[in-house]
């Protein structure tokens, strides 16, 4: 036992120390294979590449329990029965985890934090606690806060949304927990603010006025960034699409929507996106697709990162372990310019039945591990650099000449009639797709 590994009275994880890097021919499980915080690619180190942070909300919340079932993991930070020593107590854990671990960062929720109190001044009071004591782990152990946000979805009185919510008495109180989530983010040195709107959406069409819920959404966002800049928040805000889950329809559905409502309101710039990959699936595309879109709009906030199932149309919340999947993202994010002030967060969680106290351990470290494997293979790609030549080159025909005249807009609609006709028929070009899949397989 080590007092460099926890802060508190306790020690929440005995028998495991710092996690080591062992290399892929270990066959330790609390060992990175992969994940060498300070080897240099290409200009960065890999933590500086991948930034890494863990949620407060499945790690040290969630215990196992599924519409079917009750809890199956029993968690000792949950002991004490006064919820605020359960809250001081779980805090302990969350940063012996950080530390253990060795992540930068970490996220979370208010609710995950500090307990909900009898009113808004109560669990403003409460809240106010914990960011205190948050503070100081922070400062003792140097992990630091990627982002807060504000669980505007668990309490019943959020049942018809928060900012969407119908019933403006209960928009009031989205905003008080905003207010204070923002507060406790800027306290806490926190790089961004997120919002994912789970019940910012509609069960039914037929009692919903979907132009007036989401113009109050946008009014809503707008003076959470007012009164954010007022108490010096210089981050980034983030929006989090999701299709559905928990509602029917969210208005966030996917990247290109969200990034449409950002321009339409005037938010975008102050806020991007935070693209998270199971979420990516449920919406019908692929985690690359929806980095890929970010990028395009130059609107990449951050990552939550993890999978989905392939037999299941839910939000499993996996760590993420396909290589395939994480190599492609990290090609985006390197073509992207990296992930500036945004990161990786394991929005993840271990199945339910995995019971074991080392088990959030393995899968944190499987999923870093992942990562670091993608960002590596995806640097060697870019630094061959045969993909983008060849990308670049199916596009020769816009570089110059008529081509560069229509993307310059010299070119109307009855001019380019003439070069059809001029031209005759195109000769066929393959877009070779098979190629640039093997060669992803070649470099992994
Ligand atoms: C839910 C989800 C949230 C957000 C933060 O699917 O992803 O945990 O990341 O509210
Ligand atoms: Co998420």
């Known amino acids: 036992m080590s007092q460099d590994y926890f802060r508190g009275d306790r020690e929440y994880f005995p028998g495991i120390g710092c996690i080591p890097f062992e290399g892929p021919e270990s066959d330790n499980p609390l060992a990175f294979k992969f994940y060498q915080r300070e080897r240099v690619i290409g200009d960065k180190t890999m933590q500086e590449h991948l930034r890494f942070a863990v949620c407060y909300w499945h790690t040290f919340c969630a215990k196992g329990s599924d519409p079917f079932g009750v809890d199956t993991q029993v968690f000792p930070w949950d002991e004490p029965a006064d919820p605020m020593a359960a809250a001081r107590a779980r805090m302990d854990a969350a940063f012996e985890f950080f530390t253990k671990l060795g992540v930068p960062y970490y996220c979370f929720h208010d609710r995950d934090m500090a307990p909900e109190g009898a009113d808004v001044a109560g669990s403003e009071r409460n809240l106010a606690a914990m960011v205190a004591l948050a503070a100081e782990r922070q400062a003792e152990t140097g992990v630091k806060l990627l982002w807060g946000t504000a669980n505007l979805f668990g309490h019943p009185r959020y049942m018809n949304g928060a900012a969407t919510n119908p019933d403006f008495a209960v928009l009031t109180h989205a905003a008080a927990q905003v207010k204070a989530a923002l507060d406790a983010t800027v306290e806490l040195g926190g790089e961004n603010y997120v919002f994912w709107g789970g019940r910012e959406g509609y069960a039914s069409l037929?009692?919903?006025?979907?132009?007036?819920?989401?113009?109050?959404?946008?009014?809503?966002?707008?003076?959470?960034?007012?009164?954010?800049?007022?108490?010096?928040?210089?981050?980034?805000?983030?929006?989090?699409?999701?299709?559905?889950?928990?509602?029917?329809?969210?208005?966030?559905?996917?990247?290109?929507?969200?990034?449409?409502?950002?321009?339409?309101?005037?938010?975008?710039?102050?806020?991007?996106?935070?693209?998270?990959?199971?979420?990516?699936?449920?919406?019908?595309?692929?985690?690359?697709?929806?980095?890929?879109?970010?990028?395009?709009?130059?609107?990449?906030?951050?990552?939550?990162?993890?999978?989905?199932?392939?037999?299941?149309?839910?939000?499993?919340?996996?760590?993420?372990?396909?290589?395939?999947?994480?190599?492609?993202?990290?090609?985006?994010?390197?073509?992207?310019?990296?992930?500036?002030?945004?990161?990786?967060?394991?929005?993840?969680?271990?199945?339910?039945?995995?019971?074991?106290?080392?088990?959030?351990?393995?899968?944190?470290?499987?999923?870093?591990?992942?990562?670091?494997?993608?960002?590596?293979?995806?640097?060697?790609?870019?630094?061959?650099?045969?993909?983008?030549?060849?990308?670049?080159?199916?596009?020769?025909?816009?570089?110059?000449?008529?081509?560069?005249?229509?993307?310059?807009?010299?070119?109307?609609?009855?001019?380019?009639?003439?070069?059809?006709?001029?031209?005759?028929?195109?000769?066929?070009?393959?877009?070779?797709?098979?190629?640039?899949?093997?060669?992803?397989?070649?470099?992994?």
């Not at 989090?240 to 969200?258: L, R």
């Not at 025909?397 to 070119?411: C, I, T, V």
């Open 206 to 444: 037929l009692n919903t006025d979907t132009r007036r819920e989401t113009e109050h959404l946008a009014r809503f966002l707008d003076k959470a960034r007012e009164y954010a800049r007022s108490i010096g928040f210089r981050g980034t805000f983030l929006v989090e699409p999701k299709p559905m889950e928990p509602s029917k329809h969210q208005y966030d559905f996917d990247a290109q929507t969200v990034i449409g409502f950002l321009r339409q309101y005037g938010l975008a710039g102050d806020f991007k996106v935070n693209v998270e990959a199971n979420h990516a699936t449920l919406a019908g595309h692929s985690f690359a697709h929806e980095l890929q879109m970010c990028t395009d709009a130059g609107l990449l906030g951050s990552i939550d990162a993890n999978r989905g199932d392939p037999q299941n149309g839910w939000d499993t919340d996996q760590f993420p372990t396909d290589l395939y999947d994480a190599v492609h993202a990290m090609l985006v994010v390197l073509a992207g310019g990296g992930l500036g002030s945004g990161g990786l967060n394991f929005d993840a969680k271990v199945r339910r039945e995995s019971v074991d106290m080392e088990d959030i351990f393995i899968g944190h470290i499987g999923g870093m591990d992942t990562f670091a494997r993608a960002l590596e293979t995806a640097h060697r790609l870019r630094a061959n650099g045969a993909l983008e030549q060849h990308r670049a080159a199916r596009y020769a025909s816009f570089d110059a000449g008529q081509g560069a005249r229509f993307e310059s807009g010299e070119l109307g609609l009855a001019e380019l009639r003439d070069l059809a006709a001029e031209s005759g028929e195109p000769e066929r070009v393959s877009g070779r797709q098979e190629w640039y899949e093997n060669l992803i397989n070649q470099y992994m």
